[in-house]
C-alpha cells in the first residue's frame, strides 16, 4: 500500500507563506496525478491544487492560482504545495493524494485519486 505522509503546515499570520510537502513510500505503481485538497470545519473537501507526476500538466482552484505553486521534486519523491500570501480563509486541513491510475489531465474530483494521506493544518490568523 502507499502511504502518503503531509507536513509544513502550522500557525502563520495573514500574509505569510508556508510550502507543504507530501511524501509518498511503499509505492509499486506510479503516482500519475498528485492532488492538494483542503477542508474547513462544517465545509466540503475542495480541490486546491493537482500535478501529473510528469510535472508536464498542472490545475488549481481559480481562485488559488496566484498564490499557490504546486510542484514535484525532480527525483518524483515528493510533491509540494507553496501558498504564498496567505488569508485567514485559507484555514483548513489540507490533505495530498495520489491517482494510480492514468491518466492524461490532473482530475479535481477526491474520488479520482485512490491514495490519502492524514493531512496537515494550516492555520491563518489575521
Known amino acids: 500500500q502507499v502511504q502518503l505522509l503531509e507536513s509544513g503546515g502550522g500557525l502563520v499570520q495573514a500574509g505569510d507563506s508556508l510550502r507543504l510537502s507530501c511524501a509518498a513510500s511503499?509505492?509499486?505503481?506510479?503516482?500519475?496525478?498528485t492532488g492538494w485538497f483542503r477542508q474547513a470545519p462544517g465545509q466540503e473537501r475542495e480541490f486546491v491544487a493537482g500535478i501529473r507526476w510528469s510535472g508536464d500538466s498542472t490545475r488549481y482552484l481559480d481562485a488559488l492560482k496566484d498564490r499557490f505553486t504546486i510542484s514535484r521534486d525532480n527525483s518524483k519523491t515528493m510533491v509540494y504545495l507553496q501558498m504564498n500570501s496567505l488569508k485567514p480563509a485559507d484555514t483548513a486541513v489540507y490533505y495530498c493524494a495520489d491517482r494510480s491510475r492514468y491518466t492524461s489531465v490532473v482530475p479535481t474530483d477526491s474520488d479520482e485519486y485512490n491514495f490519502w494521506g492524514q493531512g496537515t493544518q494550516v492555520t491563518v490568523s489575521s
Open positions: 511503499g509505492r509499486t505503481f506510479n503516482s500519475y496525478a
